[in-house]
């Protein structure tokens, strides 16, 4: 690790926010004009790694979105590569759905939008994240609520021929069965995927696969390839159906059967929350609602 106070690019470390698999992350401030940063360092302990982490500062530099954290410098330190982002204050959403066990539709609602808002930019730029989960989206301190994408080291290219690797396959049940398959046919379509986990859990509380406490970790994540998920309406028999097609059309195996974009997906949630929503004001069920709706 590197000392607090070593000066990489224009930033000194201030202090160590954490570390991981693919390296340290640090406090920074910039030595002109102060302004604070996280900065990731990545050792260059083998090619595969230096390409990963080249691949994540290309991602973040195509894209400027305010759901999508901001690169602001990238550089190489001895035998160190690194790059700054801007400097946030807040949790994972990992973190706040512990707080937050079950959402109802229309909570959930808004962290759906920023989510999608973001995934819109990212494949805007033909890049698939690949390794969309709770803690890789942050929630920022404050009001209102501002939702940002995290750890883009996965990122790949959707023209790109190059082969994924074991260690690049995503998370255990967050990832698409295509990603898990590892058959060429990962686009953007596999973080629909990622993000129909994440709001089926936001929903319920649990995942999409229920997971045997004697099971291999291989097999879990062979689950998305090997299984159907669990219908959502089976989790929270009182979800409205058509909130609860949306999430299910996310986690359909085949990708052709999930909805085309991340904009789609919001405008449907949309639609579906806001008719819950309507119905339960006017003391009338959600089939009502939709059989009244133009």
């Known amino acids: 690790m590197l000392q607090i106070g070593s000066v990489l690019g224009s930033y ?17 401030q910039h030595e002109r004009s102060g302004e604070r940063a996280a900065i990731k360092v ?7 790694t230096k390409l990963r982490f080249e691949r994540e500062a ?12 901001k690169l602001l ?35 959930a609602l808004p962290y759906v939008e920023q989510i999608c808002a ?28 501002s939702l940002k994408l995290l750890d883009f080291g996965l990122a790949r290219q959707v023209n790109t021929q190059h082969q994924l690797t074991v260690g690049g396959l995503g998370t255990p049940l967050f990832a698409a069965p295509e990603q898990v398959a ?33 099971a291999r970790a291989l097999a879990v994540f062979m689950m998305p390839l090997m299984r159907d998920p669990i219908p959502l309406a089976q989790r929270c028999p009182q979800i409205d159906a058509d909130i609860a097609r949306a999430v ?15 904009a789609e997906l919001a405008a449907s949630f949309a639609a579906a929350a806001h008719r819950s929503r309507s119905a339960t004001l006017v003391g009338v069920g959600p089939a009502a609602a939709r059989a009244e709706s133009p």
Do not use: W
Not at 12 to 23: P, Q
Not at 121 to 143: E, Q
Not at 248 to 262: E, I, K, M, V, Y
């Open 73 to 107: 410098e990238v550089g190489e330190h001895r035998d160190a590569l690194y790059y700054a982002m801007e400097h946030l204050e807040g949790h994972d959403l990992g973190v706040h759905m512990q707080l937050h066990r079950r959402m109802a539709a229309t909570d």
């Open 42 to 48: 990545v050792g260059i302990a083998d090619e595969e």
């Open 182 to 214: 590892n058959d060429g046919r990962c686009d953007h379509r596999a973080d629909i995927y990622a993000l129909g986990v994440v709001v089926y859990r936001m929903l319920s509380g649990e995942m999409p696969f229920d997971v045997p406490e004697t």
């Open 12 to 28: 000194r470390l201030t202090s160590l926010l954490g570390s991981g698999a693919m390296g340290v992350v640090y406090g920074a």
């Open 248 to 262: 299910d059309r996310c986690l359909t195996r085949d990708p052709g059967q999930r909805f085309d974009s991340a």
């Open 118 to 145: 973001g995934l819109t930019a990212v494949h805007a730029r033909g890049i698939v994240h690949r390794d969309i989960k709770p803690g890789n989206v942050f929630v920022c301190d404050g009001l209102p609520l």
């Open 58 to 69: 290309r991602a973040l530099a195509a894209i400027d979105d305010p759901h999508v954290v």
